[in-house]
C-alpha cells in the first residue's frame, strides 16, 4: 500500500510558478513509476508528467515540457512537479499517482496508477 498526499497548489498569476510536491509513505517508493495528472473543471483528467522509478528517466504531456519538470527525491519518498512560465489553461486539480505497472504504452493513461493522491488546487489567473 502507498498513500500519497499533495501540497503546494494555490493561486498564481499567469507567468508565474508553482512546485508541487507529492510525499508517499511506505519503503518501496523507489519501486514505483511516478505520475503527476490534472483534471480541468468539465475536462477529463489528463496527463502532465511521469518519472521512472530511479528518476533517470522523465516524459511530459503534450506541450508541458518547457514548462513542467518533473523530479524524485526518493530519499525522501517525494516526487515534485516544477510547473513554471504558468497559463489560466494549467488551472486544475493535480494527482499524483503510482503505478509498478506502466510500460512505453500506457505511462500517460490512468489504468496502470494503482494508487492515487486526492489532490491539490492550482489555479492561474489572467
Known amino acids: 500500500q502507498v498513500q500519497l498526499v499533495e501540497s503546494g497548489g494555490g493561486l498564481v498569476q499567469a507567468g508565474g510558478s508553482l512546485r508541487l510536491s507529492c510525499a508517499a509513505s511506505?519503503?518501496?517508493?523507489?519501486?514505483?513509476?511516478m505520475g503527476w495528472f490534472r483534471q480541468a473543471p468539465g475536462k477529463e483528467r489528463e496527463f502532465v508528467a511521469a518519472i521512472s522509478s530511479a528518476g533517470r528517466m522523465a516524459y511530459y504531456g503534450d506541450s508541458l515540457k518547457g514548462r513542467f519538470t518533473i523530479s524524485r527525491d526518493n530519499a525522501k519518498n517525494t516526487v515534485y512537479l516544477q510547473m513554471n512560465t504558468l497559463k489560466p489553461e494549467d488551472t486544475g486539480v493535480y494527482y499524483c499517482?503510482?503505478?509498478?505497472?506502466?510500460?512505453?504504452?500506457?505511462?500517460?493513461?490512468?489504468?496502470?496508477?494503482?494508487?492515487w493522491g486526492q489532490g491539490t488546487q492550482v489555479t492561474v489567473s489572467s
Open positions: 511506505g519503503r518501496t517508493f523507489s519501486t514505483y513509476t
Open positions: 499517482a503510482a503505478s509498478q505497472r506502466t510500460t512505453d504504452y500506457n505511462r500517460d493513461r490512468e489504468y496502470p496508477y494503482d494508487y
